[in-house]
């Protein structure tokens, strides 16, 4: 998977696919982006006309309610038109290939593609080949890669935290089964977070993230959280594990559980996050999840602000390109 891919000849993003390989300031610029955008998404009238005129397709090969609905919303406040395409029902299931499917579209004169997909590097394959004026966005594939969500989380640090070289920060749970953990250390580590924390028990941890530069792996749970100013929660992600990984969700919850005690170990003003979908009583006590510290709604409402930047930046052509980027 050539990360080149995400960007043109004259060095401008004109795909967003993983954030492996985006320089910091890139990233930076995709924050300073949603804060402007945050103001449009809360004035009455929402829109800004920055995509007028452009088409973009949702393409869901896998469920989501908070992506495809925000990344939806995302296009219409810059004033786009929008399809979403049911893959559950579409010609792919009819057995058609997924770059029939592709080319079809296209023939509609679309502009940007919003991909999720069960397989690692689907939205990479996809953006490989499509025409040249079309960009693609990953908005998940596989256990692979989930940039955009590790940018609306990098958000809403940054809106409570400022710097990030001060932060400890804990991603705590089914890192194995994670495109979401993937994309917050490579995020975390871009944007020089004092410290990277992974707590997990030993079956759900890869190898790659163990042996990986940047991260202090825990197993055991109130060691990790342990003066920490982000937790990052992640569901048991059940759908994608084959083998017996866990003995039961009780005592999943007994040890790998974020009640209102063990939150008492992590600095007095942490905060409490998770991409969504929460599982009540498994990874999370709802009395956490609802609490004086959690933003995860906040993680929600920054997703469509966050999801506008890169949008328009991708769209629309930064004006000057990134000098960092070997191409
Ligand atoms: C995550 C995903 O789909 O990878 N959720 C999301 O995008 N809001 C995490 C998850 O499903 O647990």
Redesign the pocket.
Known sequence: MSDSLQFDRAGRLRHFLTLEGLPRDLLVRIMDTAESFTSVTEQQVKKVPLLRGKTVVNLFF?N????RTTFELAAKRLSADVLNVNIATSATSKGESLLDTIRNIEAMHVDMFVV?HAESGAAHFIAAHVQPHISVLN??DGRHS?PT?AMLDMFTIRRHKGDFSRLKVAIVG?VLH???ARSEILALNTLGAREVRVVAPRTLLPASVTGSLGVRVYHDFDQGLAGVDVIIM??L?RERMTGAFLPSEHEYFERFGLTEARLAKAAPDVIVMH???INRGVEIDSRVADGPHSVILQQVSN?IAVRMAIMSLVLRGSDDAFPGVVL
Not at 64 to 67: G, K
Request: aromatic letters at 0%; glycine letters at 14%.
């Open positions: 896998e989501s309610t908070r992506t999720r908005a998940g989930h969500q089914d994670s495109r979401v992640l569901r992600q991409p969504g979908p997703g």
